[in-house]
């Protein structure tokens, strides 16, 4: 099944304690993206990339480091968390972001709550 | 930043209802523009999709037209039902650098009631 895969689902974590949200697809698409979302603040984007090693900041960044090893995988790495990053991630992928005509698959959604 | 207005929430309605929900933009020229639905505790899903100006996209009785004269692309449902209860995002790809980011609306909450 196509899909993307976001782990872990559910997380409750406390401030600086380094962690990764993993994202992987198996649809071979090129653009990977993450997004957090909030009440009232809707969808915003946090990074992107548009194909293995393109990565690119996206509105929010602060706090937040990616990577882009390989095409299927695309981790969002929080350094030292702190409370503010205390939101619904979701990780979204395309078979190619910069046409703009294609439609993004999105996963399940990560829920972290840093304390 | 976000090129994108949609109308607020929540939008609640009874079953059977006229759905209208508002979103313009404000740059020109989109490959294609989107809507998409999240339901309650999931990821967004992709509802429809206009590749053109004055194309029309429709999906599970939703529909919105393209309309380059007014730079909008409103939802439209001529009959909602509970199950159709969910936050809905009007998503026009931003020109960058060359290329289009998808981006999103603020999102509108629909709450359906029997």
């Known amino acids: 099944e196509a899909q993307v895969t976001q782990n872990p689902r559910y997380l409750i974590t406390v401030t600086g304690k380094k962690l990764t949200v993993t994202c992987s697809q198996n649809m071979n698409h090129e653009y990977m993206s993450w997004y957090r979302q909030d009440p009232g603040l809707g969808l915003r984007q946090i990074y992107y990339?548009?194909?293995?090693?393109?990565?690119d900041k996206g509105d929010v960044p602060e706090g937040y480091k990616v990577s882009r090893k390989e095409k299927r995988n695309f981790p969002l790495i929080l350094e030292s968390p702190s409370p503010n990053q205390t939101s619904l991630y979701f990780c979204a992928s395309s078979p190619d972001g910069g046409s703009g005509a294609n439609v993004l698959t999105f996963g399940a959604g990560s829920r972290l709550t840093v304390l | 930043g976000n090129s994108v207005t949609q109308m607020e929430g929540p939008v609640t309605l009874s079953e059977e209802a006229f759905l209208t929900i508002n979103c313009t933009y404000t740059a020109t020229g989109y490959p294609s523009l989107f809507w998409y639905v999240q339901y309650p505790g999931e990821g967004l899903q992709l509802l429809l999709k206009a590749t053109k100006a004055d194309d029309k996209g429709s999906n599970k009785g939703f529909e919105a037209t393209y309309r380059k004269e007014t730079t909008s692309f409103h939802l439209e449902k001529g009959s909602v039902q509970v199950s159709d209860s969910a936050v809905y995002f009007c998503?026009?790809?931003?020109?960058?650098?060359?290329?289009?980011?998808?981006?999103f609306g603020r999102g509108t909450s629909l709450i359906v009631h029997p």
């Open positions: 990339s548009m194909n293995v090693e393109v990565t």
């Open positions: 998503a026009p790809p931003v020109p960058s650098g060359g290329s289009y980011i998808p981006t």
